[in-house]
Each structure stands twice: as structure tokens, then as C-alpha cells.
């Protein structure tokens, strides 16, 4: 039960979790300083995506910055738990629930 409590308290780990299960394989990436929560490959498919709860600009510009260094032209995605779209040039903006709620596909 705690193990589960521990998954559960972190959309990261919901993320992971949910991703693992179908079927993808993740990892933590890096891009020269910068860090991107989970790398997704599954066959020719891969996405980026990072997650971020808190809403303070500087967050944001981090979380976004990260992904904008990226030019290999897959998917880049930001979750967040806001409910307005972000989304800018090939980063795609998408609200947490309903990512999880498979709305939206990798």
C-alpha cells in the first residue's frame, strides 16, 4: 500500500507508470545543461515530455526551454495542470488529466 501511495503522489510517476504499461521505453534525457523528464520510444516513435506543476514563470521557461533545444522533429509535449494552452512553435502544451485520461496520444 505505501508503495502505491508514493506512485500515486506524483504525476511523474503516474506518467512513467501509465507510458510503461503501454509499452514504451523511457528514459531521462539531456541535452547539452538541459534535462527533459521522459524521453518515449516505442518502435520508429519517439516523444519528449516534460511535466510541471507549479505555475511560476520561471518554471515555465525552464520546462519550455528544455524542449525547445530539441530540433530532431518529434513530438515535444509540456503537462501541466493549467487549463489554458501554452503551446509555441513545435512544443505542444496539453493539460496532465487529460493526457492521462487518454485524450491525447503520444
Given at each position: 500500500m505505501?508503495?502505491?501511495?508514493?506512485?500515486?503522489?506524483?504525476?511523474?510517476?503516474?506518467?512513467?507508470?501509465?507510458?510503461?504499461?503501454?509499452?514504451?521505453?523511457?528514459?531521462?534525457?539531456?541535452?547539452?545543461?538541459?534535462?527533459?523528464?521522459?524521453?518515449?520510444?516505442?518502435?520508429?516513435?519517439?516523444?519528449?515530455?516534460?511535466?510541471h506543476?507549479?505555475?511560476?514563470?520561471?518554471?515555465?521557461?525552464?520546462?519550455?526551454?528544455?524542449?525547445?533545444?530539441?530540433?530532431?522533429?518529434?513530438?515535444?509535449?509540456?503537462?501541466?495542470?493549467?487549463?489554458?494552452?501554452?503551446?509555441?512553435?513545435?512544443?505542444?502544451?496539453?493539460?496532465?488529466?487529460?493526457?492521462?485520461?487518454?485524450?491525447?496520444?503520444?
Amino acid at each position: 500500500m505505501e508503495t502505491m501511495k508514493r506512485i500515486l503522489g506524483n504525476p511523474l510517476k503516474i506518467l512513467f507508470l501509465m507510458n510503461y504499461l503501454e509499452g514504451y521505453d523511457i528514459t531521462i534525457g539531456k541535452f547539452k545543461d538541459k534535462e527533459v523528464d521522459f524521453v518515449c520510444r516505442k518502435h520508429d516513435q519517439t516523444a519528449y515530455i516534460q511535466v510541471h506543476i507549479f505555475r511560476e514563470e520561471s518554471t515555465i521557461k525552464r520546462e519550455f526551454g528544455s524542449l525547445s533545444k530539441i530540433d530532431d522533429k518529434y513530438p515535444n509535449y509540456v503537462l501541466s495542470m493549467d487549463e489554458f494552452d501554452r503551446s509555441c512553435q513545435e512544443i505542444k502544451h496539453t493539460n496532465v488529466i487529460d493526457f492521462l485520461k487518454d485524450e491525447i496520444k503520444l
